[in-house]
């Protein structure tokens, strides 16, 4: 199928969907949004693929929402407006989701690089949530998530005077999984999307879930609900497969059943 604004190709079991806006530094307007979030549904929908990268171009992730598209927006139409919404449902994609940063990944782009499960960062990448600089404040999900993710102190600091983090701050802070050269940011992402594809197709969703349940729910409600998820992939034959493997000294080939 052929998009407007991204790209998409598989690499084994892994699908990639690259912003490919980048004249505009793959700022992220309607048109970009809907085509992602379409690709990563039909990954997710694709048994063939266990792994998702999503990434930009060298020079940028993605340098935030289209300001030129929303500027003359209202209240109304920005609600009535699926946009906002395209970072809820990227939380509802089931597969393991990577994002490959390089350069600008500020506001939009920042929020949805943290609303993939891991971050692979280039040396050069740049986080920050500068809408104060615009006279708004993010909206889709820069101030629970950063906060989260990087502590009060410094998210307040990037909300309240646009502070971007250096890749190693990022990395310190906790916020990214690795940072490597530029030169191989895409291609580390990809290999780790590839190691984690060949594992056990279930477990994996249900693992992501219950990392995801620390954001949604108290410490109580996720202690019982990852042992209900624990629990029922004894329903599996992927657990029978692979605790058979693990005895019996020999390499599990999972069904995703
Ligand atoms: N929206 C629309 N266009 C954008 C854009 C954005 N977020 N970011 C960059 N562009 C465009 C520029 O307008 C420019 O286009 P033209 O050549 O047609 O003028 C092109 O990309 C290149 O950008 P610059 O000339 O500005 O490049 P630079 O190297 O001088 O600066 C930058 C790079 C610091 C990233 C700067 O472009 C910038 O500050 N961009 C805006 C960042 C921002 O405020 N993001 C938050 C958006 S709001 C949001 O995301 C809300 C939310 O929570 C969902």
Not at 38 to 65: N, P
């Amino acid at each position: 199928m052929t998009h407007e604004y991204i790209l998409t190709r598989t690499e084994g079991r892994v699908g990639i969907v690259q912003f490919n806006r980048s004249k505009a530094l793959n700022a992220l307007n309607s048109g970009l949004m809907s085509e992602t979030m379409d690709a990563l549904d039909a990954f997710d929908a694709d048994d063939a693929i266990g792994c998702i990268v999503v990434t930009g171009s060298e020079r940028a992730f993605a340098a935030g929402a289209d300001i030129k598209e929303m500027a003359d927006a209202t209240p109304a139409e920005m609600m009535a407006s699926p946009f906002i919404g395209y970072w809820d449902r990227l939380r509802q994609i089931g597969k393991p989701v990577i994002a490959a940063v390089s350069g600008y990944a500020l506001g939009g782009g920042c929020e949805l690089a943290m609303a993939c499960d891991m971050i692979v960062a280039s040396e050069t990448a740049r986080f920050g949530q500068p809408e104060i600089n615009l006279g708004v404040i993010p909206g889709a999900g820069g101030t629970q998530r950063m906060t989260l993710a990087v502590g009060k102190a410094l998210a307040m600091e990037m909300m309240l005077n646009g502070r971007y983090l250096t890749a190693d701050e990022a990395l310190k802070h906790g916020l990214v999984n690795r940072v490597v050269p530029a030169e191989v940011y895409l291609n580390e992402a990809i290999k780790l999307a590839a190691e984690i594809a060949e594992r056990a197709p279930i477990a994996l969703r249900l693992a992501k879930e219950a990392v995801n349940a620390v954001y949604e729910m108290s410490l109580q409600t996720g202690l019982a609900y990852e042992r209900h998820l624990f629990y029922s992939l004894f329903s599996t034959a992927d657990q029978k497969e692979g605790m058979d493997a693990f005895i019996n000294k020999r390499k599990p080939e999972w069904k995703g059943k």
